[in-house]
């Protein structure tokens, strides 16, 4: 196993618990999950058991109060095996740090136990028709009507939106002019009256599930208003640094492990009466990619050590999420042809691969807003825009 600056006797006793659950419960069923389109209640639960959700939570959360870094090697092992069942732990420590830090605690409690014991999955919905990059730009209504806020319009390409209990959405309480300043969050129970969702056919992460959903004079307490009236985008995108990082990792750990299985492969296989490792153009190749993964791998994991430290890491996180995706985009590929026709059919996992990570090229957040955040961190807003 490689070792990073980054690892202490914990995490690496850790990553062995996930990457054994990871090769003996998760890698057989990942073709499997393609057709049932779900991540499976079982697994999850049994996840949740380990301990290998969201574990950087408090313990009075279900959490172990461990550090994000734990997360990181959670999300990167359990991708190796299966990059969808990966978005599960990413997920969780997205929704279960905007619920721990900005949600009342009350309904903390409700939830976030059910969540890091792996009973059910929490969403977030922020996409809308009108607007995708500029994420700011909402048209879902919500209106104050007593101890209540109705909620009227629709979100759209919402990870997991028919598999979660409950979402937090985002919606505009302001002013359209207001921008950022006129949206709040709310956690929506998935079975409130009203709700409804649809699934898209995608190319692929379909144990994830992409959709849309309607909120047709949806009712929700005031008591489940996240952070500040019409200050809730501000406040929680704050998190999303911190997710970006994982969605890094979870790139990064399926890309690894294409790499591991070609490099077995290039020793093994013969041409010419030679192992395919001993032509440059071969290896090379996959020299020059194994060089970026590792490298990227180090980005992700700084930027989740920063956030430990409580530094600033926006910057980092943002290189995180444009370049990893991309990179295990290439990787995989290569990969794919370097097993030649084999590699192009389903009897070998790098098309499912190739389908699967290409999709966090666009969700999260594309390449370009990435580098903007970056431009700005680096020249800062006014001189970036």
Partial sequence: MRRTIFDTEDLIALRDVARRFATERVAPGYRARETTKSFGADLVREMGALGLIAPELPEAYGG??????????????????DFNVAYVPMLASLTGQVLAKHAPPALAQEWLPRLTAGEIVLSIALTEPRGGSDAANLGLRMERDGDHFVLNGEKTSIS????????????????????????????????????????????????????????????????????EENRGFVQVMQGFDFSRALIGLQCLGVARQSLDETWAHVRERTAFGKPLA?????????????????????????????????????????????????????????????HGHAGYSDALPFEQRLRDVLGLQIGDGTANIMKTIVARERAGRTAVG
């Fill in 160 to 227: 997991a939106a028919d598999q979660a209990a409950a979402c937090v959405v985002f919606a505009r309480t302001g002013r359209p002019e207001d921008r950022a300043r006129g949206i709040s969050a709310v956690l929506v129970p998935m079975d409130a009256p009203g709700v409804s969702t649809t699934r898209f056919t995608d190319m692929g992460e379909h144990a994830v599930g992409r959709g849309s959903i309607f909120f047709d004079d949806v009712r929700v307490p005031v008591e489940n208003l996240i952070g």
């Fill in 278 to 338: 001993a032509f440059q153009g071969v290896s090379h190749q996959l020299a020059a990619l194994d060089t970026q993964v590792e490298a990227a791998r180090l980005l992700a994991m700084n930027a989740l050590w920063l956030k430990d430290q409580d530094l600033p890491h926006t910057a980092e996180a943002a290189m995180s999420k444009w370049w990893p995706p991309l990179l295990a985009f290439e990787t995989i590929h290569c990969c794919l042809l370097m």
């Fill in 64 to 81: 172990a109060g461990a550090s994000v870094l734990c997360s990181g090697v959670i999300v990167e092992e359990i991708a190796r095996a």
